[in-house]
């Protein structure tokens, strides 16, 4: 038997628990803000300093013909939206499991998302699910490749070229991952990454919008931006008269924001190494203690992002333990694992209301949009929800450290071992006596 759980008064199995805390930032990242504080250097019209070269960067490294770097992933998704030309009547696939930002701004260009289920096992958009759903006004699918696992590729650019929609990625839990040892953000006629602070690539606040197709660079480009950079890029004689006025959006990056990301997109490599390191270790030793389940990761995810690392709690396998009290034991240990917290999309209010009061009566298109709009209930998407009750979440440590993920594993074995223990302490109330 294990030493005393630690929710009964025992040693903790992780003695010093790590913090996590993101991005790093070096004397180098300190030293540029500096400088463009001293310079005076706190916004761009035209596609120049920082901003030139983060996008330069990302060019580079994807192997692109344009960039776009804008205030931030949502706003690139609006504009990717955008520069597709979707709109009125258009229907768009996308997942129920993903973050809101992914699916908001759809609405924005008065398009309808149709919302998809997730594979119960990755958490990402299921290809089944996803052609179930076409129909004649089907014209995109968006997707996201969750925490860092690659969605499937092979199946999603079948259907993809089957029914000739078009594709955004949301890479924003994905930079620098692959797919059969091709980076995600590369199979999309649009692709985007949030460069918000929690992102591999962090910004603070910021997104880029990835594409070969020039229209759909222009589009995007002239949505949030306006005069100089417009001027410069627009350059085709549909768009280019518009390029002094733009669509009417600033959608502009700040220069701080481009600095930091272009200085952490240097170390994303590293940063990718490290998670790998720490997180498959991590899932190697965990499997096969009862109550936990590691992600699973599929063979063609060839790289993994780890956006966070999120386990299945099997509260069979421990006879019906609640996650609650699991949890609670495991942090007693000094595992920093937290229930998932995110909903699936059809559970919020947003996607089952009649009416969410966001459109202006009298606006025609608003009508059209409000009463071709579908609405969900809970069970509409049974993988999705299990998805997200059944699965916890660890921070992304980059940091090697090989002696914390073995203090985790003697965690949670500890805490299997003694499962009848918690589940006497669930019931009663009382501890284990010593
Ligand atoms: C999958 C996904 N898409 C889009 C976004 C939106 O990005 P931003 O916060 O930069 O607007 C986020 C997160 O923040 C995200 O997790």
């Known amino acids: 038997m294990s030493s005393r759980l630690s929710l009964f008064g025992g040693k903790p199995a992780v003695p010093h628990p790590p913090t996590y805390s993101w991005p790093p930032i070096t004397n180098s990242d300190t030293a540029l803000i500096v400088q463009l504080l001293q310079r005076k250097e706190l916004s761009y019209y035209g596609r120049e300093g920082e901003v030139r070269e983060l996008e330069d960067a990302f060019k580079t490294y994807f192997n692109v013909r344009f960039a776009l770097a804008m205030s931030s992933g949502t706003a690139a998704l609006h504009s990717a939206f955008f520069g597709l030309g979707l709109g ?32 119960p096992d990755t958490g990402n958009i299921d290809p089944a699910d996803i052609e179930r759903r076409i129909t004649p006004q089907t014209k995109a699918l968006v997707i996201t490749h969750m925490q860092g696992h690659a969605c499937d590729m092979s199946r999603i650019m079948d259907l993809v070229r089957k029914h000739r929609l078009t594709l955004i990625e949301d890479c924003s839990h994905a930079h620098g991952a692959s797919h059969k040892e091709r980076l995600l953000g590369t199979f999309g006629d649009a692709s985007v990454f949030s460069l918000q602070g929690s992102k591999l690539v962090a910004a603070g606040q910021g997104g880029i919008l990835l594409t070969n197709d020039q229209e759909i660079y ?54 990718l190494q490290g998670r790998n390191d720490n997180l498959l270790y991590l899932s190697s030793r965990l499997k096969g203690i009862p109550g936990i ?6 063979d063609y995810a060839t790289r993994h992002g780890w956006f966070t690392y999120r386990p299945f709690y099997k509260s069979d396998e421990l006879e019906g333990l609640s996650l609650p009290t699991y949890l609670k ?17 059809h559970l919020e209010p947003l996607f089952q209301v009649e009416d969410d009061h966001s459109y202006t009566y ?73």
């Not at 129920?96 to 398009?111: D, G, H, Q, Y």
């Not at 733009?246 to 930091?260: I, Q």
């Not at 389940?293 to 599929?298: L, M």
């Not at 495991?330 to 694992?337: K, N, R, S």
């Open 218 to 271: 222009e589009r995007a480009t002239l949505l949030g931006h306006f005069k100089v950079r417009a001027m410069e890029e627009v350059t085709s004689d549909q768009y280019r008269p518009f390029s002094g006025t733009g669509y009417g959006l600033n959608y502009r990056m700040h220069p701080f924001a481009a600095g930091l990301a272009k200085e952490q997109f240097k170390r994303l490599d590293a940063y």
């Open 329 to 345: 034991a495991l942090q007693a240990e000094g595992v920093p694992i937290q229930k998932a917290s995110s909903l699936p999309l």
């Open 362 to 434: 009298g606006r025609t298109t608003s009508e059209a949009s409000r009463s071709t709009r579908q609405r969900y209930q809970p069970g509409d998407f049974p993988h999705s929800e299990h998805y997200a009750q059944s699965t916890c979440t660890l921070p992304p440590f980059t940091e090697p450290m090989p002696e914390i993920m073995d203090q985790f594993v003697e965690a949670f074995s500890k805490v299997a071992e003694q499962a009848h223990l918690l589940r006497d302490y669930e019931r009663t109330g009382y501890p284990h006596p010593k």
């Open 293 to 298: 389940a590691p992600p699973v990761v599929r």
């Open 88 to 119: 009125e009547g258009d229907e768009v696939l996308a997942p129920t499991f993903t973050f809101l930002s992914t699916v908001m701004p759809i609405f924005v260009v008065n398009a309808l998302p149709v919302l998809v289920d997730a594979e």
